[in-house]
């Protein structure tokens, strides 16, 4: 939802379908877009290093240290975000919901067993 | 306790200071008594969760339709009672399927709610920051050692109410009194999910400042940061993330 606010804030065209990874060509308007997703998914798929790091170095060719770091960052947040939300079991917030609906039809997160609202 | 971790210049790595720096504090408060665990039980929840992915019990379990139905014992590397390794382990290895019951069996089991709270502040923040040296390449740091041998506070905030979530939190609008600090008027429901043990709260949020942005900066929907990425590349990293691992908050 965040992202689809920012690339909205930004004019930027978005498409979903990146977050569910189907398509590694969506938001081409934002910079290294693909080699973020790619880096920021074997990181939560707990890839091996020998794997990783192909992504991470991929993501360095094209952009740069400072981005990768930052990248890490922010992948790791997430990592820590997801647990606490799950962890105390955390409705939406009212405004986020309403957003969320129609962000879910999007995504056609449905069709994920696990996925709950 | 100095800074003498995460010295990332001494490993001939370019990180932002800010994010060894709040990683050091984070270090220190881990390593003293918190709210409900001790300095040494501290440490040691932060170790179990180093665990929990190379644990065969878990790994079953996270595979299996019904996890309830395969029992078994936990691969521990601490003295920590079963019920505390095995909360610590499924924060970590198998989260989504976190339920109501599920917390309301650990109370029964002797995890209390607000010390669950505090377990799931150490372990994820941990976590988070372990992850950081995973996705750079980096071996984790070694944990600190107990900083005090103080009873834990066992300070419990008053205004703490139920309704949200599976635990006690504070309302909205009920940052006041001592927890004045933590936020202003109203904020989101994740940023009150672990209010129950307020440090907890401040721990995490220091954290996510340096690996994301602060909270302020998330609700005003900030675009312009000190950091080499716009706001909407930082997006395409949260959502892949979430959606991997099926959390769609």
Sequence with gaps: MMLRLSVNHDETSSDMDLITGESRDALKDVPFSAELAAFAESIAKRDEEDVLSIFRKSLAAASSQEVVVDAAAVAANFQRMVRIADSTGIPLDSPQRTFSEKVWNELKLDRMSRAHK | ?249
């Design chain 2, 1 to 249: 306790m100095g800074d003498t971790f995460f010295d990332y210049a001494a490993r001939d790595i370019e990180i932002r200071s800010d994010l060894a720096g709040c990683f050091n504090v984070y270090w220190r408060q881990l390593s003293a008594a918190g709210t409900w665990f001790t300095a040494s039980e501290r440490i040691a929840i932060a170790a179990e969760s180093r665990a929990a992915f190379d644990c065969a019990l878990c790994l079953r379990r996270k595979n299996a339709l019904s996890p309830n139905s395969i029992t078994g014992t936990h691969a521990a590397v601490t003295d920590l009672p079963p019920v505390v390794v095995e909360a610590i382990h499924k924060v970590i290895t198998d989260q989504a399927r976190i339920t109501e019951s599920y917390v309301t069996e650990l109370r029964e089991n002797g995890l209390s709610e607000a010390a669950y709270v505090e377990l799931v502040g150490i372990t994820v923040t941990v976590f988070s920051i372990d992850e950081f040296h995973r996705a750079m390449g980096l071996p984790l740091e070694a944990l600190p050692e107990p900083s005090d041998t103080l009873s834990p506070s066992m300070y419990s905030p008053p205004q703490a109410t139920h309704g949200t979530g599976f635990v006690a939190m504070l309302p909205s609008d009920g940052a006041v009194g001592n927890e004045g600090d933590l936020w202003i008027n109203r904020t989101a429901n994740v940023h009150r999910a672990l209010s129950l043990v307020p440090n907890a709260v401040r721990e995490w949020v220091a954290v996510m400042k340096a690996q994301y942005m602060s909270m302020t900066d998330i609700a005003t929907m900030q675009q312009e940061f000190d950091r080499s990425l716009s706001r909407a590349q930082m997006e395409i990293v949260a959502a892949r993330v979430s959606s991997y691992i099926d959390c769609f908050y």
